[in-house]
């Protein structure tokens, strides 16, 4: 059972796009984290959301935390080539304490 | 600041054959942990070290795999014998006491079994 879905798998959009990835669960988490992984190397932090209804904004990229704290989404705005990469959310369900991906969203950005 | 260092980088083998694989968590970082990532998956937690003891291994094939952290600070993971499904990307990551849902982590290995 995928505890984390993400949706899309994958994304090929144009250079100055905007779009949004979801991850969804029927799970409580207590934080969900996003990373992104670029090839051959391993997954960075971007961000870590706590509070149901949090929103946090990273230059052109926005993180929402759902109320219930059970999603979250991914927005881009005028996305770049340079955010080429796999974007992975990450959580804790319950008080379980052991860290959980989703399967990601591969992003491709054409000039 | 220097990040978690893993190596080899990359490795070919044989079924059946062994291989280990090396990680050096950021300095302060009491907890270690080792991943496996399959192409187009996310990292799957196999056992996560709290300094030199083991908290989660629920997810670790034992016959198989196994893994330590001797002195609390660097790990060795090991395949043996190795079989074709464990081709994978072997992730280490760290991260301060406390906040073990913050992981940094190493490039990773990628192990080719043929």
């Known amino acids: 059972t995928q505890l984390l879905e993400q949706s899309p798998q994958f994304l090929s959009i144009q250079e100055g796009e905007n779009l949004t990835v979801y991850c969804n669960s029927s799970s409580v988490f207590s934080s969900l984290q996003w990373y992104r992984q670029e090839p051959g190397e391993g997954p960075v932090l971007l961000v870590t959301v706590v509070t149901g209804g949090e929103v946090k904004k990273l230059k052109r990229l926005t993180f929402q935390f759902g109320d219930a704290r059970k999603d979250s989404s991914l927005h881009i705005t005028a996305a770049q080539p340079g955010d080429t990469g796999l974007y992975l959310c990450a959580g804790a369900p319950g008080n379980t304490g052991k860290l959980i991906f989703g399967q990601g969203t591969t992003l491709q950005v054409k000039p | 600041e220097a990040g978690v260092a893993q190596s080899p980088r990359y490795k070919i083998i044989e079924k059946r054959q062994s291989v280990a694989f090396w990680c050096n968590p950021i300095s302060g970082h009491a907890t270690l942990y080792w991943y496996q990532q399959i192409l187009g998956q996310g990292p799957k937690l196999l056992i996560q070290?709290?300094?030199?003891?083991?908290?989660?291994d629920s997810q670790l094939p034992k016959d198989r795999f196994s893994a330590e952290r001797l002195k609390g600070v660097d790990s060795t993971l090991k395949i043996q014998p190795a079989k074709l499904e464990d081709s994978a990307v072997y992730l280490c990551?760290?991260?301060?006491?406390?906040?073990?849902?913050?992981?940094?982590f190493g490039p990773g290995t990628r192990l080719t079994v043929t």
């Open positions: 070290f709290q300094n030199n003891g083991v908290v989660d």
């Open positions: 990551a760290s991260s301060f006491p406390g906040l073990d849902y913050e992981q940094y």
